[in-house]
């Protein structure tokens, strides 16, 4: 899995964030890229903090600007709607430090078939959802034997 593309910023709280955005067919080069004014925005799917919802699954969403069509970028974009769910992942890394020491903050998978793509001359933003993945295991079986058994 090879790192695509990544964008560095800086909160108003002072907190530096890094987007790492992963391709697991990817080889090349690393593209740095500029974020919308948001960054990243986090959002926890549930509601509110009951006693039966411990585990709450969450996704982000970014805006990535696109110079123009023969930017590696667009070729992100164009792989991404082309290509399989999982394929793109990616790791949001925080630092309080101003960026010398990183630690993993966010984990996901890029959801090609929720992305925003403005209708306007180029440069341009792309607007990206990802999800932590929990909503995706809804559907998996529990092993209760392999519970018991622990």
Not at 2 to 11: N, V
Not at 26 to 46: I, K, M, W
Not at 65 to 85: H, K, M, R
Request: charged share 20%; glycine share 8%.
């Amino acid at each position: 899995m090879g790192l695509y593309a990544y964008s560095e910023f800086t909160s108003d709280q002072g907190v530096t964030y890094k987007i790492n955005v992963y391709d697991s067919t990817y080889s090349g080069a690393t593209t740095e890229f500029s974020c919308g004014a948001d960054g990243f925005v986090l959002t926890y799917q549930g509601i509110g903090d009951e006693r039966y919802q411990p585990i709450k699954s969450s996704s982000i969403t970014f805006e990535m600007n696109v110079p123009d069509t023969s930017s590696t970028l667009y070729t992100l974009i164009t792989n991404l709607q082309g290509g399989a769910q999982g394929r793109f992942k990616i790791k949001i890394e925080r630092s309080e430090d101003l960026g010398i020491n990183y630690y993993d903050f966010w984990h996901g998978v890029l959801i090609p078939d929720i992305a925003i793509f403005e209708d306007v001359p180029f440069p341009s933003f792309y607007k990206f959802t990802a999800t932590d993945g929990l909503s995706l295991m809804k559907d998996i079986a529990f092993d209760t034997d392999v519970y018991q058994s622990a």
